[in-house]
């Protein structure tokens, strides 16, 4: 259909007329064909030349995913992503467009950036850290090894834990500023709804047609904030760049952070454990290695709490257990 509908164009250029009809109905006849096997998104079939469009930049847009998860240079991206969007009728338009501004935006920063030698590194204040590993997690490049399953920025390569011996070779810059800790947050709350790409690669069957996907720096500072605070501010499993939950993410954590400089660690850890849900399992573990003096009651109080069976495997034995 593809290649029928190309030499068309292409016969139509030269003023081969005699051939423009027949290679025409040639694509229109395997688009028939193809559309009574198959299920389109929507009710309504698309008209074949927005099928065709479709497909050119649906190829097109897996190229250009595949050499962002590499090391094709941000410019070569930016040039791909072009491309893209000078293809008219595609449903990958905007994607595309959004792309071309965040690659600009990532080259404005490569070129203003230096890169500290070793001796400047190891001088670098807390703060300026975090602002040295946000600035590399754009070369971050992570990949999901399983379908289904998820991009774990904090995995290592392929979503496997990196060795020691490779870690030094290669940090991983989710992993760096994790061990930043709190101090990390209020950068990282800064960036989690910004949708510039890292290498980072997931894929997943639901988002066809769009399956494969560069997560932007949104969805790893989603993981890293969630993995230093232990809350949770996306629940559904997916990427909250990719579901459009980015600004919600942002407000969530920026709530809780607000929370968490008011009572301070302790208190939140208390009153996490106590809560019962999904997340109290962590606080718990927390709770009881940082402050173990106070960690009894809020446990029992989140087992009794706690409606779902899987916030700890054992709460149900536990709630039948006297307090003492």
């Given amino acids: 259909m593809i290649e029928a ?5 292409v016969a139509r250029l030269l003023g081969q007329q005699q051939h423009v009809a027949k290679l025409y109905q040639h694509a229109e006849q395997g688009y028939k064909k193809y559309a009574d096997q198959y299920i389109f998104g929507g009710d309504k079939k698309p008209e074949f030349h927005a099928f065709v469009a479709d497909r050119l930049a649906s190829s097109l847009r897996n190229g250009a995913i595949y050499a962002g998860h590499g090391s094709t240079s941000r410019m070569d991206l930016k040039k791909q992503w072009e491309k893209i969007a000078a293809i008219p009728f595609h449903s990958h338009r905007d994607e595309a ?4 501004k965040n690659y600009e935006s990532l080259i404005k920063e490569d070129v203003a950036w230096k890169e500290p030698n070793a001796k400047e590194l190891a001088k670098l204040t807390t703060e300026q850290k975090v602002s040295y590993w946000l600035y590399h997690l754009r070369d971050l490049d992570v990949g999901q090894w399983s379908d289904p399953g998820h991009c774990y920025v904090l ?8 060795s020691d011996e490779e870690e030094k070779k290669t940090p991983n810059a989710a992993v760096e500023l994790k061990k930043l800790g709190m101090a990390a947050i209020p950068q990282i709350i800064a960036h989690l709804d910004d949708g510039r790409p890292t ?8 988002y066809w047609p769009e399956g494969h996907y560069l ?17 949770t501010i996306h629940a559904s499993g997916g990427y909250p760049m990719r579901d459009g939950k980015g600004t919600q993410c942002k407000e969530l954590a920026e709530r809780w952070w607000q929370e968490y400089q008011k009572k301070g660690e302790k208190q939140m850890l208390i009153e996490g454990t106590a809560a019962g849900n999904r997340d109290s399992s962590g606080h718990a573990q927390r709770l009881v290695e940082k402050y173990p003096e106070a960690a009894l009651t809020p446990v029992i109080e989140g087992i009794r709490a706690s409606t779902d069976k899987d916030v700890h495997p054992a709460a149900t034995e536990w709630q039948t257990m006297p307090e003492s």
């Fill in 215 to 231: 997560l932007p720096y949104g969805d790893c500072c989603q993981q890293v904030f969630e993995a230093i605070t232990g809350k």
């Fill in 5 to 9: 509908a190309r030499y068309a164009h």
């Fill in 97 to 100: 467009r959004d792309m071309i």
């Fill in 155 to 162: 995995g290592g390569r392929f979503g496997f834990f990196m």
């Fill in 199 to 206: 290498r980072c690669k997931g894929h997943w069957r639901s």
